[in-house]
């Protein structure tokens, strides 16, 4: 239905492969040619020394093309330079024990202090000082609020079902018009929202149970009921109602509908065979980036926004 996004995704996959290969050592070969041409030039050369600035960033898929290169042109004397510790968390075992190998304990290390004497790095301290908005800053921040309640009426809004394309005339004379089925345009999110919790659909699969489903995506279990029963909206009888004190507690509207907006966004409008439906979700995904929340294609994320600047460099 959606083939730009189906696209997108599949280079993600097709990394993912690429990444499983290189892992039993076939780094080299997944190199561009222009990259290989490279490689062949300084073997003949003779290189026998690389550095490396920002060599941190070695701990995953360039670390295993190193290590296959450093093989390659006969084991070349490795110097790294970075001023960042790396990151190992989530990084494989042999990743890890790779870095290690070509850069271990630290051999040299420059004091900031000598660094900012000679004139090579600017002095500086932090300095976090408290400000209130001025009038303009707090109306601009205040309209943000409706800036969020325009998308979500735009979401809630029953759609037309419209033709996928004009209808095309067949050459023959005697023929009729043929036209295209019509496409059907993506519920409103209230009423897929109600039929997700009816169904106990998730992403993965049905689920057998409510406490399956809350306990496969509490967030959504939450956020779902909130938004739901804040309308009004009777929910399926397997689905208990949240406490009306839960419901009257004056929660930022960002803060719980995220995970229902995300939901909706990334399994149902991107999802929809409609044209206009995928548009919607791009719409949507824009706005919401200014508001501070980021839609991937994995979940959501607070992001920088326009309001975090100006509460940030408030005047």
């Known amino acids: 239905h959606n083939p730009d996004y189906f696209e997108k995704r599949m280079r993600v996959y097709r990394k993912a492969v690429r990444d499983a290969a290189i892992l039993k050592g076939n780094a080299l070969e997944m190199l561009h040619d222009s990259s290989q041409e490279t490689l062949e030039n300084f073997k003949q050369l003779g290189l ?6 920002e060599c941190h960033h070695l701990m ?153 489903f809350e306990r496969r995506d509490p967030a959504l279990a939450q956020a779902s009921r909130l938004f739901l029963q804040e309308r009004d909206v009777p929910l399926p009888a397997h689905v208990p109602p949240l406490s009306g004190d839960l419901i009257e507690e004056d929660i930022p ?9 995300d939901r909706y966004i990334r399994h149902r409008l991107r999802r929809s065979p409609s044209q206009a439906d995928q548009e919607l979700a791009q719409q949507a995904i824009d706005q919401l980036r200014l508001l501070g929340l980021q839609i991937t294609e994995t979940g959501c994320q607070a992001c920088a926004s326009p309001v975090g600047r100006v509460i940030a460099y408030s005047r």
């Open 48 to 53: 026998g020394l690389i550095i490396l600035d």
């Open 60 to 212: 995953g898929h360039w670390g295993r093309v190193l290590a296959d290169a450093h093989d390659y042109l006969d084991q070349p004397v490795i110097i790294g330079l970075t001023a960042t510790p790396p990151d190992e968390k989530g990084k494989h075992p042999e990743d890890i024990d790779r870095y290690n190998d070509f850069f271990g304990p630290i051999d040299y290390e420059v004091p900031i202090p000598a660094v900012v004497k000679d004139g090579y790095l600017a002095p500086y301290q932090d300095l976090a000082y408290f400000v209130r908005p001025t009038p303009e800053e707090l109306s601009y921040v205040a309209n943000t609020d409706d800036q969020l309640q325009l998308i979500m009426e735009t979401l809630c809004t029953s759609r037309i079902t419209e033709t996928d394309a004009e209808p095309e005339s067949k050459t023959s004379p005697d023929s009729e018009t043929e036209e295209l089925p019509p496409v059907e345009r993506a519920e409103p999110m209230q009423d897929w929202l109600l039929q997700v919790l009816t169904n106990l659909d998730l992403p993965s699969g049905k689920v057998e149970d409510w406490a399956t």
């Open 253 to 261: 509207r960002l803060n719980y509908w995220a995970p229902v907006l």
